[in-house]
């Protein structure tokens, strides 16, 4: 089928594309081709990252963000919006329990959202393998917004910064305190950052720990003319308070990566990362299908005797894929 | 090669019990599956239409209030106008013995009320996704 072809189908016909989705997801070989074959229409989407702690109500804000995109005021203006939502699966069975749409009930019936939920799958980076390439097939079914909520997550889990050109990180009262907030990680990638549950006690506390830490990560930044000032925002998603405000920070932030040319750059990074992923996932799976288990397990035993020493070990493995380190 | 078996778990209607959905969606998740749960109060409308997003290769639906006749058929209407009438539907509950041919011929594959064990259940899916 042509590329124009197959485009039209997954926009025009919603289960097409949940079926797509579904084959790019179990990595098949007619999902790989349907990409393939789309790439060129793609790179259109804002893709928005929302990520935080467990239970600080990524869900209930990425519903609100979607029904505010979708009600802007004085404006006609309506994008369609994809969602992609990320929970985690059991390490002991590979199954999962996927909760996220539970909290999303509003958007339910508007024909210009379309939702889906992934598991993780065992990928610890707090989406699923195939996360970036489900978002791109949304990104060629035409929709201009999607928004992606990761697994709930700690301190490391930052590979949505990679995949999304905004990133909001969402936080709320009585998580921790301001070493919490000055750790490296998940705060370090936030364009913005969100206090939910704005209405509990300790808000001034949280919103004082973001700040520090802002103050602290931006101090080099200052001289620059064109640097993006991260915002701290309070809401009470589950009753939509605060989310114009959030609204008009993502909007801002997009006319910023655009007139800064962020965007190129971010664009560039995106596609080297994940050209550096696939290389890797390219030679893992060679080395996994060409190197014997008896010879792990030879050099798994000469390991334990101490009659070797791990890197010569890994040299030699090596040398059976033709490869010299 | 990393098929999963996702199953949508949904509540319509107007009851507000949900225990048992969640100890199916557990046993399921249990056993592997991966398990899209929407939580209570669900139309059909809203039914039909996370099963089409998510793709999903089974539809069980939990009814504990007794309109399972008027839901039920309702919701197998929509899938099939959806193009998903190939998707497995089975029903859990309050279903009096008497109701349940009636079910059966809307299209529903399989129903259990109180008691069934979560093996049962399981194992259906398990054969009903097989045979496709």
């Known amino acids: 089928m042509d590329r124009q072809a197959l485009q039209e189908e997954i926009k025009g016909n919603r289960l097409k594309l949940a079926r797509l989705i579904t084959e790019v997801e179990n990595d098949t070989s007619s999902g790989r081709a349907a990409l393939e074959e789309l790439y060129p229409l793609t790179g259109k989407a804002h893709i928005i990252g929302i990520t935080g702690a467990p239970g600080v109500g990524k869900s209930s804000l990425v519903n609100q963000l979607a029904l505010a995109f979708r009600h802007q005021p004085h404006s006609e203006e309506k994008p369609s919006i994809a969602i992609i939502a990320i929970d985690p699966s059991s390490p002991f069975t590979g199954g999962a329990i996927l909760g996220d749409r539970l909290r999303m009930r509003d958007l339910s019936g508007d024909p210009g959202i379309f939702i889906r939920s992934m598991a993780a799958r065992g990928a610890i980076g707090g989406l699923a393998r195939t996360t970036a390439q489900v978002a791109r097939l949304m990104d060629a079914a035409g929709y201009s917004i999607i928004l992606i909520e990761t697994v709930g997550a700690g301190q490391a889990e930052v590979e949505i910064a990679s995949l999304a050109h905004t990133t909001i990180v969402v936080d709320a009262p009585g998580l921790g305190d301001d070493i919490q907030a000055i750790k490296a990680g998940i705060l370090e990638i936030a364009d913005i950052l969100i206090v939910n549950k704005a209405d509990l006690p300790g808000v001034e506390n949280t919103e004082r720990a973001l700040q520090s830490m802002l103050l602290l990560a931006n101090s080099r930044q200052y001289n620059s003319p064109q640097h993006w000032e991260v915002p701290i925002l309070r809401t009470v998603a589950n009753r939509g308070d605060g989310m114009l405000k959030v609204l008009q920070a993502v909007q801002s932030h997009l006319s910023y990566l655009k007139n800064s040319g962020e965007w190129e750059k971010r664009e560039h990074l995106r596609i080297r990362d994940e050209v550096k992923h696939l290389v890797v996932q390219a030679f893992i799976q060679h080395v996994q299908e060409n190197v014997p288990s008896a010879d792990i397990n030879n050099a798994v035993e000469s390991l334990y005797q101490r009659q070797t020493s791990p890197y010569k070990e890994v040299q030699k493995l090596l040398s059976k894929v033709g490869l010299q380190i | ?132």
């Open chain 2, 1 to 132: 090669m990393n098929k999963k078996i996702r199953v949508l778990i949904a509540k319509p209607g107007l009851d507000g019990h949900d225990r048992g959905a969640k100890v199916v969606a557990r046993a399921l998740r249990d056993s592997g599956m991966e398990v899209i749960y929407t939580g209570l109060r669900q139309t059909p409308e809203m039914i039909a239409e996370a099963a089409l997003q998510e793709n999903v290769d089974v539809v069980g639906i939990s009814i504990l209030s007794g309109a399972h006749l008027t839901l039920v058929p309702r919701i197998m209407d929509l899938m099939r106008a959806n193009g998903q009438e190939n998707v497995p539907v089975f029903v859990g509950g309050i279903i009096p013995e008497e109701d349940v041919p009636a079910l059966l011929k809307a299209g529903v594959k399989e129903v259990y009320g109180p008691g069934s064990p979560t093996t049962k259940v399981i194992e259906d899916i398990q054969r009903l996704t097989n045979s496709e």
